[in-house]
């Protein structure tokens, strides 16, 4: 048995079994095939009638464009990397990457771009992940979690792949767009609460001071007790992870045994720390409160449940999503940052 062949010399339309071809869309629309090419990849130079024509084409026939051949036409591939200069248990075990993931994922959800995960780890590997941005293989990246000597600000300021930081960077030659929260207002405001509850000697779980949320934290906590006249002396550093918030915690309680408050600069810090207290046998808020920072999960979670200041990195990671398609469809009209408030968020441990 054979089949009917169009003119072409290839199966007929409505019983096409193979995949279809750009030529057979450009024949069912009535366009040549560099018109449907172009409507096909972004429509520059393309009448509406003939968009709407090889539109019509595409979905009648299920044609699935060649992403390799259409790489080569617009230099896109369609593809983002999402960098973070973590270790794997970090990415894996901090609640911050899941929300960055879901609010990423909301920018691109109307999208053909596919996310691309790029852990990187320190020394030569970091230095790997800059010549993979550099050389060509994804159209953007969102850097998150982004410390002083990674040098991923300079690496994709010299490269001018379009790029968006959640969190502030460091210096790079050229300004670089990013989203923050309020760092700074945050810690400030943190500590003025527990002032408000009637803390006086108030201690604080720093973050590291390689990264601009570690810094402006920690100068938000220094800055309320310098205006309440306090001691700002009881600092110790942690990384943002549970295990460095109880170290801290076991350090600051055996350095000042009249402590009374306590800002932890992350939640999980914050947990650390109430897991420490509760093996003392010191009571929380009764004995000590204490108050954290980013309300993820981990805080509603917590013995006692932890008042914390908010961190919306969902919704930081959407606009930072939305800000790079923006730079790579050539929108971008303002590379200011976009800074989001930090509010307190009350419960039973302040």
Known sequence: MTADLHPGGGAPFPGVHHAPTLEEVAERAGVSRSTASRAINGGLKVSPEAQAAVDAAVAELGYTPNRAARSLVTRRTDSVALVVPEPDEKVLTDPYFAGTLQGLSAAFVDTDIQLILLIARKGEEAQRTGRYLRNGHVDGAVIVSHHR??????????????????????AAPRPMQYVDVNNYLGGRRATEHLIARGCRRIATIAGPLDMAAGVDRLAGWRQALQDARLSDEAMVRGDFTSASGAA???RLLDAYSDIDGVFAASDLMAAGALSVLARRGLTVPGDIKVIGFDDLGVAASTAPPLTTMSNPVVEMSRVAGELLLDQISGQATSFEPRIFGAEVVVRESA
């Open 149 to 170: 000597d990674d040098a991923l600000d300079s690496v994709l300021a010299e490269s001018r792949l379009p790029c968006v930081f959640v969190g502030r960077p460091w």
């Open 248 to 250: 801290a915690m076991e």
